[in-house]
């Protein structure tokens, strides 16, 4: 649909159950059974969405029990990591995934399968930090977490990405990781150039320059050229 950003692509069947995560820290769950096959649809057409609420990603509900955990980061610097199978629940009015104070908002969703995976976590003045996910005690779906980043006042996260731990390594002397950033607001190139959106690729970028002795092998982001994309891995 015209002016739509992208949020993230599914691969699933048409039988499917997705989760919508949104900046309110709320889950909310549809069916892709009730949709008509061909049809475009708005997410808004599909959840009951509060006011100023935002997805931030979708995940195929039938993949949880490929992951251990989902990782969630709220945008005062509080972590928290919670076992999949509390998230296997049907919620099309939305239920909580993470307690929020009421000044607060999630920033980040993250599927996690192995405990080595670490967190990036990067805030508004420009501070960050690796947060080792075996560092995190496996907590309820309903609490708050713990501060992964100290800030002051004034500062927030502005940017979050989980750095996988490849299970299967190519080499035995290799390891490899993946590195994604996801939750941007993205935009149009044309439109919203001045609004000062970050954009993926450049963050990961960034991120890529300050890690000594790697090899990269592909980088993937946006759907267009003309796009500020909002996910790159």
Known sequence: PKNANLINTLYTTNLGVVAAFTNAGRMYNFSLADLDYGKDYSIYELIMLQDNEKVLLLIDTTSFNSYHNLVTISKKGYIKKTATREYNIRA?????????????????????????????????????????????????????????????????????????????????????????????????????????????????????KEVDDIEIVNITGGSKVNVIPSRAK
């Not at 299970?167 to 950033?181: A, F, G, H, N, P």
């Open 92 to 208: 099309k009015k939305g239920t909580a995934v993470m307690k929020l104070d009421t000044d607060d908002q999630l920033v980040g969703v993250y599927l996690s399968m192995n405990d080595e995976d670490k967190i990036f976590i990067a805030s508004s003045s420009g501070n960050y930090n690796f947060y080792e996910l075996n560092e995190l005690s496996t907590t309820g779906r309903l609490t708050k977490g713990v501060k992964a980043i100290k800030l002051t006042s004034e500062e927030y996260i502005r940017a979050a990405t989980l750095v996988k731990k490849d299970i299967e390594m190519v080499k035995s002397d290799v390891t490899s990781y993946q590195l994604s950033i996801s939750g941007l607001l993205g935009g149009h190139s044309g439109t919203d150039i001045n609004h000062k959106r970050g954009n993926a690729i450049k963050i990961l970028a960034d991120i890529l």
